[in-house]
């Protein structure tokens, strides 16, 4: 006797004879499959049949094992919801972070995010993308649709970079950022280079590049997503310089700087830096009786002091031997607060 529906498919009641071009397009593949072709004849067809359905019972037997390891998408709490523990971002645009709250209130949130549950919180969870979608159902007071995955540090490092990889999501800088973030927390360079989709060259000149740039000048410029490896190495050539260095530091806190966008601070930095260098400060310091005995000159690198000996013969000698004595008394007064 003839076993039926050995695979748990539902029974239509269609003939068994095969089907024809009209039937065969009302079919649902299952999971995803597409459709079988026309049979031939009738050996083939029982041949192909039965090819098929085993193909499908297998594809059913790999989505419930998906579901086993958490592939269902729950909702959940934002607030029970903590960013990754290596950011990849330097920041969204207010008006590009706003379309995309205004999408999921239109339309809902169509893509989940991917979370794990925290390892060092109970009940929480820990995304390893989505953190723009995050942010957005927070705002509008929505819960997250979410596919929970236990996953190591190294697997969610992995998505993390793979899935803004594939969705051109990051810029040049924040990727490398990335990069450096994640060997400075001890990562191997296989498991950068999985998570950026890039080459063991390609990856070292990316972190080499971030290692010449201070922290603070790629925090305060953001993203820059309009400049990629070029531009960012001449930025990188005119740090090196320490008193370009020290020039950038202060620029980056001036309100000309933080007015601009990403891009805008990126140009502005980089035509500052480009510029000649200023003059250095001068002054003179007088005698009581108005006579030039020294003369000062300040750059960003070094002040220096020129003892006149023709108005104060022994004053620069004087100071040389008490240099140990006047550090130790700057040390003091700093440590006081004086």
């Known amino acids: 006797m003839a076993r039926k529906n050995i695979f748990g498919l539902q029974d239509t009641g269609a003939s068994s004879k095969p089907a024809t071009e009209e039937t065969e397009g009302d079919i649902r593949p299952l999971a995803n499959f597409e459709k079988r072709p026309k049979r031939a004849s009738p050996v083939g067809a029982l041949s192909q049949s039965l090819g098929g359905i085993n193909e499908k019972a297998q594809r ?7 579901l086993a390891q958490g592939q269902a998408i729950v909702d959940l709490d934002p607030a029970l919801v903590d960013s990754s523990f290596v950011p990849d971002r330097l920041g969204v645009a207010e008006e590009e972070q706003q379309r995309l709250v205004t999408q999921i209130r239109e339309h809902g949130q169509q893509v989940p995010i991917l979370v794990r549950p925290h390892p060092e919180a109970d009940g929480r969870y820990q995304v390893a993308y989505g953190h723009r979608r995050l942010a957005a159902v927070r705002q509008l007071g929505l819960h997250a649709r979410a596919v929970v995955r236990d996953l190591t540090d190294e697997q969610l490092v992995v998505s993390q970079g793979q899935e803004n990889n594939a969705r051109t999501d990051l810029s040049f800088v924040e990727r490398s950022f990335f990069a450096h973030r994640l060997e400075e927390r001890g990562f191997s360079r296989d498991v950068i280079m999985a998570s950026l989709g890039v080459d063991k060259a390609a990856l070292s000149r990316m972190i080499a590049l971030v290692e010449r740039l201070p922290v603070a000048v790629i925090e305060a410029i953001g993203p820059a997503p309009g400049f990629g490896r070029t531009r960012w190495a001449d930025m990188a050539d005119l740090l090196d310089e320490p008193s370009k260095k020290a020039k950038a530091i202060k620029l980056v806190a001036s309100p000309a700087f933080l007015e601009k966008n990403s891009d805008d601070r990126f140009d502005y930095l980089l035509d500052q830096l480009r510029k000649a260098k200023d003059k250095p400060r001068t002054a003179i310091w007088r005698k009581q009786d108005g006579a030039k005995a020294v ?44």
Do not use: H, N, P
Request: proline share 0%; net charge negative; charged share 35%.
């Open 60 to 66: 059913a037997a790999d989505l419930e094992r998906q």
């Open 295 to 338: 003369r000062i000159s300040e750059t960003d690198e070094r002040l220096s002091l020129v003892f006149d000996k023709a108005t104060a013969a022994d004053f620069g000698a004087y100071v040389e031997g008490r240099l140990d004595a006047l550090y130790a008394a700057f040390e003091r007064e700093k440590q006081t607060g004086d």
